[in-house]
């Protein structure tokens, strides 16, 4: 798909990112960073960059919804998460096996959240480094973010810096502060779909598609 077709329609009307940014936004110098992946690994590593930029890229046109009853489609390329596990050696059909995340963290702290992996992987998940053909911005997560579409966005993390595999199924920040719910399904409930400027009622669970409008 050509770059400029890649728009969302109404982005302005778009809930602001920086309010749902609970660390904040810190620049991120993208020499020094990595994403580390380590736990119940059969390697435990640590990519750069640029090492994300080699693997096949990927590109998704799926919907997000947040818990706060908003939801939107945009355009996103990266890498499928299966394809950065494998690199790390990671048995993600292990049903028992969770992936915690962490953000980059500023003088705030860093925000985490932890996914049912196999499920993740199933709804093919990804690790986003463009969105709308433009790389992250600061606000959506420079340089890279999770995104499980099945999932509500709390339980996707911006700016993230680590992956733990883990069989704890922790409980995140967001479910610690609000009481959101660990497994972070979406739910049957009416959303308003801010690209298409209106509301619909979802009554499955999980992603919701455009048949689901
Ligand atoms: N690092 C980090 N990631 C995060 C959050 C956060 O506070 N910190 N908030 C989550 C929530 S609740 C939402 S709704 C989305 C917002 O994503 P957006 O910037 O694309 O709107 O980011 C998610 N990922
Ligand atoms: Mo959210």
């Known amino acids: 798909m050509d770059v400029n077709t890649k728009t969302t329609p109404f982005l302005n009307k778009k809930p602001s990112s920086l309010r749902y940014f609970q660390e904040g936004v810190v620049p991120i110098d993208i020499e020094k960073w990595r994403l580390r992946i380590f736990g119940e690994v059969g390697d435990k590593i640590e990519l750069t960059y640029d090492d994300l930029l080699s693997l096949p890229k990927i590109y998704q046109n799926r919907r997000n919804v947040c818990v ?12 499928l998460l299966r394809d950065v596990l494998d690199l790390a050696g990671v048995d993600y059909d292990d049903p028992k096996l969770y992936m915690k995340q962490l953000s980059y963290g500023t003088r705030k702290g860093a925000y985490d959240s932890t996914v049912h992996l196999a499920s993740a992987v199933k709804r093919d998940a990804m690790l986003a480094y463009m969105v709308d053909g433009q790389e992250l911005p600061l606000e959506q997560g420079h340089p890279l973010r999770f995104i499980d579409f099945g999932l509500y966005l709390y339980k996707c993390v911006k700016a993230i810096s680590s992956i733990e595999i883990t069989r704890n199924f922790e409980i995140g920040y967001w479910e610690e502060y609000a009481g959101y719910n660990k497994n972070g399904i979406i739910q049957p409930k009416k959303y308003y779909a801010v690209d298409l400027q209106r509301k ?3 009554d499955g669970d999980g992603e919701v598609t455009d048949h689901d409008l």
């Open 68 to 79: 706060c009853l908003w939801s939107i489609k945009r355009h996103w390329d990266g890498v």
């Open 200 to 202: 619909f009622f979802f």
